[in-house]
Nanobody, 120 residues
Framework: VQLVESGGGSAQAGGSLRLSCAAS????????MAWFRQSSGKEREGVAH????????YYADSVKGRFTISKDNAKNTLYLQKNSLKPEDTAMYYC???????????????WGQGTQVTVS
């Protein structure tokens, strides 16, 4: 399984960014894909996840109403649309995949390399 993130960068507070995660090699038809983030000195935290079988989504309270997770099945690509960015959204963002959805990073066996987002 290979996950490749893109779309990170710098943004002003109040601005927007869209992260992408191109997935390949996953043989299951129903699985969970998620976005996590980790800032310096903090534990990796779940931001949002989506279960491909049902389309059900989950958002951390800190991003609810500002971030939107979606998946393009034809392109096998996961997205995270981030609006109304805040400086506290600054972190390394990671894409993850696994068979069960969870907000705990330890439940995901497959990870991308991460993409840095800086909000000032």
């Amino acid at each position: 399984v290979q996950l490749v993130e893109s779309g990170g960068g710098s943004a002003q507070a109040g601005g927007s960014l869209r992260l992408s995660c191109a997935a390949s090699g996953y043989t299951y038809s129903r699985y969970c894909m998620a976005w996590f983030r980790q800032s310096s000195g903090k534990e990796r935290e779940g931001v949002a996840h989506i279960y491909t079988g049902s389309g059900n989504t989950y958002y951390a309270d800190s991003v609810k109403g500002r971030f939107t997770i979606s998946k393009d099945n034809a392109k096998n690509t996961l997205y995270l649309q981030k609006n109304s960015l805040k400086p506290e959204d600054t972190a390394m963002y990671y894409c993850a995949a696994g068979s069960v959805c969870s907000s705990d990073y330890r439940g995901f066996p497959y990870w991308g390399q991460g993409t840095q987002v800086t909000v000032s």
